[in-house]
């Protein structure tokens, strides 16, 4: 069984930051590329940034510049720093990983989500 738990959201004035946290555990193996993407009310969830196990980085063009994705692979977590916040990134921010799980003898690869966490920026 895998977990991954979201930190780090919250309410906050235009212009502020914030830094999102994503702490995968359970029996893995190898996690490969993390995620982070968000909801919009009344909107499809969108990809936001995603970093490989290498620490190669992506990030979409709304965000560019003001946010940066690096993660910690000795603690398999990944993390979002936001700065610069504007309203419209209002929204769920969820926590993606692809990830290599351990069975026994087998292993099983799946995408796992985290269960979201509030990003409110005020104007």
């Known amino acids: 069984q895998v977990q991954l738990v979201e930190s780090g959201g919250g309410l906050v004035q235009a212009g502020g930051s914030l830094r999102l946290s994503c702490a995968a555990s359970?029996?893995?193996?190898?996690?490969?590329?993390m995620g982070w993407y968000r909801q919009a009310p009344g909107k499809q969830r969108e990809l936001v940034a995603s970093?490989?196990?290498?620490?190669?980085?992506n990030v979409v063009d709304s965000v560019k510049g003001r946010f940066t994705i690096s993660r910690d692979n000795a603690k398999n977590t990944v993390y979002l720093q936001m700065n610069s916040l504007k309203p419209e990134d209002t929204g769920v921010y969820y926590c993606?990983?692809?990830?290599?799980?351990?069975?026994?003898?087998?292993?099983?690869?799946?995408?796992?989500w985290g269960q979201g966490t509030q990003v409110t920026v005020s104007s």
């Open positions: 993606n990983a692809d990830i290599l799980v351990s069975r026994g003898y087998y292993r099983t690869r799946s995408d796992y």
């Open positions: 359970g029996n893995i193996f190898q996690i490969n590329a």
């Open positions: 970093v490989t196990s290498a620490g190669s980085t």
